[in-house]
């Protein structure tokens, strides 16, 4: 599949060789190559400073064939995984990126070499497959260097050898793990599946899909523990609660429950560039230099000189997976629905692009605009779970606002064993042990809680083991929201369906005993980026109550609205309970109307307090813009005055004209077939 590319570089294959060797001997003679400052040369950061390219134009970039590394980065979504990543409020990195280098070849190159004497770069592969066909301009922006050396960064190096004294794992597991040119790659592999080397025991996740669950392995929970740092050593997630972090989950803005995390896995390798400057380019880094350098418009050059590598990189970390960012929404016992939700720009899979490269504009078409998945793999939080799974994990929050978040305000909390009795138990507060002041009944567990204060219990016990949680004193309770389990407001109590739940319970103004507004019932939303828009007009229709018509807000969010003061004395507007058919009358401006109709119940419990509801998701699909461009086929210079007859569907809408710079620019247009005569 390479003929066209090696073609163009066999005449060049006896100086490749020579200055491959070459390399290799002035890494055995001296381990430091290079000084990291780089100079003038951009060594810190070519795509800094003015994008300065190497100084020295007629030697080769090299690399020695068995310098690879992987990088790892955990990625958070606050608000639940979302399918367009071009949000870049819906994600950030978290924590601490981890390099990992495997160096077989030059054993004696030392982890502290790799730390001091290579130019190491932030990770940036979601910034690059969210910018698109904008992503080589990343370089000179977006992308910068680091020394490794000292402080904090140090952490963010480290060796295969040194990953393997770390967690145990054997030598075939560590070549499997880290080696992007193994032949031993796929050997231990389970279905072919990269992520199986970081578990064991898999099986399905849900019905016909293409992922498995593992019981996480010690490798992979030390793993979490370093990706999850925020300061050095030591303030990253603990391991015994890596896979519970790593688990959890929340509700979006559709009232859907959403995971939080991902792991981006990239691949990478040591270059060295004409000036002896080390650079360690994940592939997205490599290509992104080259195109925003036009160097494959030129030989001798990053892709060209190292097309065998650059291959590597891109083929041997890749899932067998369409794409990549794929979602499977959760019930409510936080168990995957079998639906999946796949990105509209994630990392898309595909088959080697090297070997039809000619040009920039083929690494922008190929890599950025489709944003492809070669070199990078991606563990989710449905490929693992405990890996202790003797244990029944339970935690329960106190949440409190106004003065009864002071401090000085405990809870009473009572836990009763309702299906079950666990063997032991331990017990922490806030991470420190809390076993001590845990009462035990025999029948449950007692214990207090402050604000802000968790209680995370791990039981021995049978998974099928069930809990009641319940406030001991509800009178000033106002909400319970909890996973894997479900509420009971009115009761007090939250009862578990799961072996791995939590449950806050939440308090509000402590002097005042009066309803609490409830939440956002409805909200209006971007069909295609879920970004609230606003304001629309919608109506509430009732066979007994009448009609109400209430307006959002620029964000799309209906707020003012409530069902429990008929006098309205809070400013709002009042609607009577009851059963409404809800529909939109006046969509928001630039935007076309939406023809959905949703049902909501409006209702009061026992003591008059409103009952929560909603949210109702209204979307909508954006009008569209049109722009139209004449200019001279030979000079290239805009035509002014030439009118176009545009047609929609093959109807007439009008005639118009280019203004001075030969441009027509059509805004809030409905979608559609255009034809411009």
Same mark, same amino acid.
């Given at each position: 599949m390479l003929k066209s590319l090696f073609r163009k570089a066999k005449s060049n294959w006896s100086r490749v060789v020579a200055s491959l060797l070459a390399v290799v001997t002035i890494f055995g003679l001296s381990p430091i190559m290079a000084n990291a400052s780089g100079g003038d040369t951009g060594g810190q950061n070519p795509g800094s400073s003015g994008s300065h390219k190497p100084s020295t134009s007629d030697v080769a970039w090299s690399v020695v064939?068995?310098?690879?590394?992987?990088?790892?980065?955990?990625?958070?979504?606050?608000?639940?995984?979302?399918?367009?990543?071009?949000?870049?409020?819906?994600?950030?990195?978290?924590?601490?990126?981890?390099?990992?280098?495997?160096?077989?070849?030059?054993?004696?190159?030392?982890?502290?070499?790799?730390?001091?004497?290579?130019?190491?770069?932030?990770?940036?592969?979601?910034?690059?497959? /969210?910018?698109?066909?904008? =992503? @080589?301009?990343? *370089? +000179?922006? #977006?992308? !910068?260097?680091?020394?490794?050396?000292?402080?904090?960064?140090?952490?963010?190096?480290?060796? /295969?050898?040194?990953?393997? =004294? @770390?967690?145990? *794992? +054997?030598? #075939?597991? !560590?070549?499997?793990?880290?080696?992007?040119?193994?032949?031993?790659w796929t050997s231990g592999w389970v279905n072919g599946d990269y992520t199986s080397m970081w578990g064991t025991d898999p099986h399905p996740v849900t019905q016909s899909n293409l992922y498995n669950v593992y019981t996480a392995n010690n490798a992979f929970i030390y793993l979490l523990t370093r990706l999850s740092e925020t300061g050095g050593e030591g303030t990253g997630w603990s391991k015994d609660e890596a896979i519970s972090k790593w688990s959890e989950y929340v509700r979006d803005g559709s009232g859907q429950v959403r995971t939080k995390y991902r792991i981006i896995i990239e691949t990478g390798s040591i270059f060295v560039d004409p000036d002896r400057v080390q650079r360690a380019y994940t592939l997205r880094e490599m290509l992104a230099y080259s195109l925003f350098n036009n160097e494959s418009t030129t030989r001798y050059n990053l892709i060209?000189?190292?097309?065998?590598?650059?291959?590597?990189?891109?083929?041997?970390?890749?899932?067998?997976?369409?794409?990549?960012?794929?979602?499977?929404?959760?019930?409510?016992?936080?168990?995957?629905?079998?639906?999946?939700?796949?990105?509209?720009?994630?990392?898309?899979?595909?088959?080697?692009?090297?070997?039809?490269?000619?040009?920039?504009?083929?690494?922008?078409?190929?890599?950025?605009?489709?944003?492809?998945?070669?070199?990078?793999?991606?563990?989710?939080?449905?490929?693992?779970?405990?890996?202790?799974?003797?244990?029944?994990?339970?935690?329960?929050?106190?949440?409190?606002?106004?003065?009864?978040?002071?401090?000085?305000?405990?809870?009473?909390?009572?836990?009763?064993?309702?299906?079950?009795?666990?063997?032991?138990?331990?017990?922490?507060?806030?991470?420190?042990?809390?076993?001590?002041?845990?009462?035990?009944t025999g029948a449950g567990l007692k214990f207090s809680l402050k604000a802000g204060e968790t209680a995370h219990f791990s039981f021995e016990a049978d998974a099928s083991i069930r809990f009641v949680v319940a406030e001991d004193d509800p009178a000033m309770l106002t909400g319970i929201d909890g996973s894997g389990g479900t509420s009971d407001l009115l009761g007090g109590k939250f009862t578990t369906t799961s072996e791995l739940a939590r449950v806050t319970f939440i308090n509000g103004q402590q002097e005042i005993d009066e309803p609490v507004p409830a939440k956002t019932i409805l909200y209006k939303r971007d069909a295609k980026t879920n970004a609230g828009v606003g304001p629309a007009t919608f109506r509430f229709s009732s066979v007994s109550n009448g009609s109400y018509e209430f307006d959002t807000n620029a964000a799309g969010e209906l707020d003012n609205i409530q069902w429990w003061d008929p006098t309205e004395a809070d400013g709002s507007h009042y609607i009577k309970p009851g059963e409404y058919t809800v529909t939109e009358l006046v969509p928001p401006p630039n935007y076309l109307p939406s023809s959905e109709v949703k049902q909501?119940?409006?209702?009061?419990?026992?003591?008059?307090?409103p009952i929560s509801a909603g949210p109702l998701v209204f979307t909508n699909q954006a009008m569209c813009g049109l722009r139209i461009v004449k200019y001279d086929s030979q000079s290239h210079t805009p035509m002014g005055g030439v009118t176009f007859e545009l047609y929609k569907d093959n109807e007439v809408i009008g005639r118009f004209e280019t203004n001075a710079n030969g441009e027509i620019l059509l805004k809030n247009i409905a979608p559609g077939t255009y034809r411009a005569v």
């Open positions: 064939p068995d310098l690879t590394f992987l990088r790892f980065t955990l990625i958070e979504f606050p608000e639940g995984v979302v399918t367009d990543l071009s949000n870049s409020g819906a994600w950030k990195a978290v924590g601490t990126p981890l390099n990992v280098v495997w160096g077989q070849a030059l054993s004696y190159y030392s982890a502290d070499d790799y730390r001091s004497n290579v130019v190491w770069y932030d990770s940036n592969a979601m910034m690059f497959n /969210a910018a698109g066909n904008d =992503a @080589a301009q990343l *370089i +000179s922006t #977006t992308v !910068k260097s680091y020394s490794a050396a000292s402080g904090n960064n140090s952490r963010r190096v480290m060796t /295969a050898d040194e990953f393997q =004294a @770390a967690t145990g *794992i +054997s030598d #075939t597991e !560590k070549e499997q793990m880290f080696y992007c040119n193994s032949p031993k060209w000189d190292q097309a065998p590598t650059i291959r590597n990189m891109a083929q041997w970390m890749r899932q067998a997976k369409d794409n990549q960012f794929v979602e499977y929404p959760l019930n409510e016992q936080g168990v995957p629905t079998g639906e999946e939700l796949h990105s509209t720009n994630g990392f898309t899979e595909a088959d080697s692009f090297v070997d039809t490269i000619d040009l920039a504009v083929d690494i922008r078409s190929r890599i950025f605009s489709e944003r492809r998945s070669f070199g990078l793999h991606i563990m989710s939080p449905f490929n693992f779970e405990h890996s202790d799974p003797g244990r029944v994990t339970l935690d329960v929050t106190k949440k409190a606002v106004g003065t009864a978040s002071s401090g000085d305000i405990s809870w009473d909390f009572t836990i009763t064993y309702a299906d079950g009795t666990p063997s032991g138990f331990t017990a922490t507060k806030n991470d420190a042990d809390f076993t001590e002041s845990v009462t035990d909501i119940k409006l209702e009061l419990d026992s003591k008059g307090n």
